[in-house]
Nanobody
């Protein structure tokens, strides 16, 4: 079965950086688009960004200047590099996978990780 495992979350001061990782198993990783979403308590999950199987990326407009997504197919891992973090970036971050890039960006996927908490202190 598909398994997505996020890691790298934690507590960081405003202005700092974090790199999240999501390692996949049970899928042909190189054939899948991957996405990062985030969710605050009581709110809907929102797209952070996504990367296609051919490494085309797309980001939420408000985040593209500070966040970068890239993938390492040899490690079955997708990364989310987050720089210049702000307190409003505090959320649980999830990764997801699907063969369809649009489906990933819409979040209409079946496979999700368990999430990793990111907390940015002011």
């Amino acid at each position: 079965q598909v398994q997505l495992v996020e890691s790298g979350g934690g507590l960081v001061q405003a202005g700092g950086s974090l790199r999240l990782s999501c390692t996949a198993s049970g899928i042909i990783f190189s054939a899948n688009a991957m996405g990062w979403f985030r969710q605050a308590p009581g709110k809907q999950r929102q797209l952070v960004g996504a990367i296609s199987a051919s490494s085309i990326t797309n980001y939420a407009d408000s985040l593209k200047a500070r966040f970068t997504i890239y993938r390492d197919n040899a490690k079955n891992t997708v990364y989310l590099q987050m720089d210049s973090l702000k307190p409003e970036d505090t959320d649980v971050y999830y990764c997801t996978a699907d063969r369809n890039f649009v489906t990933v960006q819409l979040g209409r996927t079946y496979s999700w990780g368990q999430g990793t908490q990111v907390t940015v202190s002011s």
